[in-house]
């Protein structure tokens, strides 16, 4: 009888015999242990497969991620195959052995779970100051207000007068607006329209003018006087003065007008200027 290990081949040769060790064992033959070629690297599995060792031999099976026999392994797409675990209202991205999940734009979550954003609550929506927001499922609407017409997001007075928003950001802390109302200036048909800069000046010009003709009348009658000329009085200078002025106030305040003894125009006035006063 032999010797060999029960793990070993017996090889009979010409008066003798001889052991060799079974593949996964090494040893003389006689005695022979297991070989672990996992941890020896002597395994053919693939890179994105797992080795387990066995006794006289070794497996190998792909990682999660992965399709194959282990020693050839390719990547499973757990989003086209829909073997993921994205919440519905998620998006799933593939990656090389896995896969990751976002929530789409309105939710918020770690993709597995999503819940809705409420945009109006949180003050994260776009609406215009004159309109109402309104959350959805995942969004929000805008309606503009009685007597504003528009998207929500730009509203205008129904008139034609513009009601628009300083701005907006797309990072809703910054994302603040005012209406500003432009509105034209309309004056009544029955109140004057206000004086210009030109008509103000031509009163004023006219006012200077009228108080040096004054002035140089009563120097020129106060000159005659003085040489003794009896003929041009204070009196008819004064008269001449007040003439002026009550042809510079409406016409209603002249009543009558007459020629003196010396041809000069006498005039007779209301009650609003009492001649015995000039």
């Given at each position: 009888?032999?010797?060999?290990?029960?793990?070993?081949?017996?090889?009979?040769?010409?008066?003798?015999?001889?052991?060799?060790?079974?593949?996964?064992?090494?040893?003389?033959?006689?005695?022979?242990?297991?070989?672990?070629?996992?941890?020896?690297?002597?395994?053919?599995?693939?890179?994105?497969?797992?080795?387990?060792?066995?006794?006289?031999?070794?497996?190998?099976?792909?990682?999660?991620?992965?399709?194959?026999?282990?020693?050839?392994?390719?990547?499973?797409?757990?989003?086209?195959?829909?073997?993921?675990?994205?919440?519905?209202?998620?998006?799933?991205?593939?990656?090389?052995?896995?896969?990751?999940?976002k929530c789409n734009s309105g939710f918020s979550g770690n993709g597995t779970v999503c819940t809705d954003i409420d945009e109006c609550s949180t003050e994260q929506d776009e609406c215009h100051s004159n309109a109402t927001c309104s959350n959805n499922v995942g969004s929000y609407s805008c309606q503009c207000h009685s007597g504003f017409s528009g998207n929500g997001k730009l509203c205008l007075i129904v008139n034609g007068s513009a009601s628009l928003s300083s701005s907006a950001s797309s990072d809703s802390s910054d994302m603040m607006t005012s209406a500003i109302t432009l509105q034209p200036t309309i004056f009544p048909s029955n109140t004057a329209k206000p004086p210009t800069e030109t008509h103000a000046?031509?009163?004023?010009?006219?006012?200077?003018?009228?108080?040096?003709?004054?002035?140089?009348?009563?120097?020129?009658?106060?000159t005659k006087r003085y040489r003794g000329n009896d003929s041009y009085s204070v009196d008819k200078s004064l008269n001449f003065a007040v003439d002026l002025k009550m042809r510079a106030q409406p016409v209603d305040t002249i009543m009558d007008s007459d020629d003196d003894e010396n041809g000069e125009t006498r005039f007779c006035y209301s009650n609003e200027v009492d001649k015995d006063e000039m």
């Open positions: 009888m032999d010797s060999c290990h029960s793990n070993a081949f017996c090889f009979n040769d010409k008066g003798n015999y001889s052991c060799r060790c079974s593949a996964g064992y090494s040893g003389n033959g006689t005695v022979c242990s297991d070989i672990d070629e996992c941890s020896t690297e002597q395994d053919s599995c693939h890179s994105n497969a797992n080795c387990s060792n066995n006794v006289g031999s070794y497996s190998c099976q792909c990682n999660n991620g992965f399709s194959g026999s282990g020693i050839v392994c390719v990547d499973i797409d757990e989003c086209t195959t829909e073997q993921h675990s994205c919440h519905s209202h998620a998006a799933c991205s593939n990656k090389i052995g896995s896969y990751s999940c000046l031509a009163i004023g010009i006219g006012a200077a003018v009228g108080a040096l003709f004054l002035l140089f009348l009563l120097i020129a009658c106060l």
